[in-house]
């Protein structure tokens, strides 16, 4: 079945230390997203990438990062400089948006793993 | 601003009882809509999308939602709730072109038996 794997569903991170959190999907889409959820804030996207070799800042991206060298992977990576980074991480796929023009074809739903939660020791 | 607003924080109903939970939205475009519903611990899954058209849109599991453009609303219903719609509730807005979506607050969905 296709889907979005997320690994590892728990991670821990020691001060001063960088930790990468995986997203694979095999769903063939084009746009990969990854979202910070926090209670009572809702999600919030940190990166998204229309196409490989390429990806945005969303609105809290600051003391993150990532990379797309691959259509199935779009890892985060949680730096030293995110002062608060416990949170539960979510990434999410889609097709490729804004293509087509408006229409059908636009603004495609997003398919979301089950998520990484992440904690500092 | 571009935001989206759930008033109610957590909702308790009966098992059988209808649900309407409200969504908000405050946006410059064309908004595209979406409700999506997260288990605990789990990724969210899509309930229902709004692109243009009939204003009423069907969903899975038996929910549905109206969209008012004069009132900035799309509201998500179901005629009887389940004891398995215990969950939580996101309502998202976004443009047409980049996938960047706005999510609401959420909205916890308690049952009661």
């Keep these: ?121 | 601003a571009q935001s989206v607003t759930q008033p109610d924080i957590h909702i308790t109903v009966s098992e059988g009882a209808s649900l309407e939970l409200r969504c908000n939205y405050s946006y410059g475009a064309t908004p595209y809509l979406f409700w999506y519903v997260q288990s605990p611990g789990q990724g969210l899954q899509l309930l229902l999308k709004y692109f243009s058209g009939d204003t009423l849109v069907q969903g899975i599991k038996g929910f549905e939602a109206e969209f008012k453009r004069s009132q900035s609303s799309f509201n998500l219903r179901k005629p009887s709730v389940h004891w398995s719609d215990a969950a939580e509730y996101f309502c998202a807005v976004g443009p047409w072109d980049t996938g960047k979506l706005i999510f609401g607050q959420g909205t916890t969905l308690q049952v009661k038996p």
Excluded at chain 1, 63 to 83: C, D, H, I, M
Aim: net charge neutral; aromatic share 10%; proline share 4%.
């Design chain 1, 1 to 121: 079945d296709g889907g979005i794997t997320q690994s590892p569903k728990y991670l821990f991170r020691k001060e001063g230390q960088n930790v990468t959190l995986s997203c694979e999907q095999n769903l063939n889409h084009d746009a990969m997203y990854w979202y910070r959820q926090d209670p009572g804030q809702g999600l919030r996207l940190i990166y998204y990438s229309q196409i490989v070799n390429d990806f945005q800042k969303g609105d809290i991206a600051e003391g993150y990062s990532v990379s797309r060298e691959k259509k199935e992977s779009f890892p985060l990576t949680v730096t030293s400089a995110q002062k608060n980074p416990t949170a539960f991480y979510l990434c999410a796929s889609s097709i490729r948006t804004g293509t087509g023009g408006i229409g059908r074809d636009s603004n495609q739903p997003q398919h979301f793993g089950d998520g990484t939660r992440l904690s500092i020791l």
